[in-house]
T-cell receptor
């Protein structure tokens, strides 16, 4: 069964450093998403992406964040200058249609020291 | 704007007992509603969803949920709990816009006692 994959599973970085989280969506899906979950808090929407542009973004998704689909298979989330409060589990998801079910990857746990 | 409230961050049941996980939502549009399950060290897996049509929705692993518009609820049930059901369960609502943002509840951790 096709699945969304994410790498790395765990990333540790120093405050102020740039990180790139990588996702490989399900191959025939066209819509891509990032969510995050700070420990003990709700899963929060960050951004959705379709046709090489952002469809919707939340207030969390400020200028420090960017997304890219650099090739036909990867979808990345970049955080330019990490802060302590960026420590969270980051989930990538994809869907075949705009309102179709979103399928989630296993997550990347980001720890900012 | 959407919001989701899950009553009970932790629910404990005995094996074989009824599972009831509560979810209430608010939405400015007719909602699309979802239940996801997260097993330890895994991603979110779709259990079931309601979009339109029949209000009683059946999902995987024997779970079902009923959409009740008058109560703005979408509670998850399973007649008989199994040890393998121990996990965290998330209710979510879609904004049904082009971005299809999901708004999640806080999650309910289900524990199953032998």
């Amino acid at each position: 069964e096709p699945e969304v994959t994410q790498t790395p599973s765990h990333q540790v970085t120093q405050m102020g450093q740039e990180v790139i989280l990588r996702c490989v969506p399900i191959s025939n899906h066209l819509y891509f998403y990032w969510y995050r979950q700070i420990l003990g808090q709700k899963v929060e929407f960050l951004v959705s992406f379709y046709n090489n542009e952002i469809s919707e973004k939340s207030e969390i998704f400020d200028d420090q964040f960017s997304v890219e689909r650099p090739d036909g298979s990867n979808f990345t989330l970049k955080i330019r200058s990490t802060k302590l409060e960026d420590s969270a589990m980051y989930f990538c998801a994809s869907s075949g249609g705009s309102l179709d079910t979103q399928y989630f990857g296993p997550g990347t746990r980001l720890t900012v020291l | 704007a959407q919001s989701v409230t899950q009553l009970g961050s932790h629910v404990s049941v005995s094996e074989g007992a009824l599972v009831l996980l509560r979810c209430n939502y608010s939405s400015s549009v007719p909602p699309y509603l979802f239940w996801y399950v997260q097993y330890p060290n895994q991603g979110l897996q779709l259990l079931l969803k309601y979009t339109t049509g029949a209000t009683l929705v059946k999902g995987i692993n024997g779970f079902e949920a009923e959409f009740k518009k008058s109560e703005t609820s979408f509670h998850l049930t399973k007649p008989s709990a199994h040890m393998s059901d121990a996990a965290e369960y998330f209710c979510a609502v879609s904004d049904r816009k082009a971005g299809n943002m999901l708004t999640f509840g806080g999650g309910t951790r289900l524990m199953v006692k032998p």
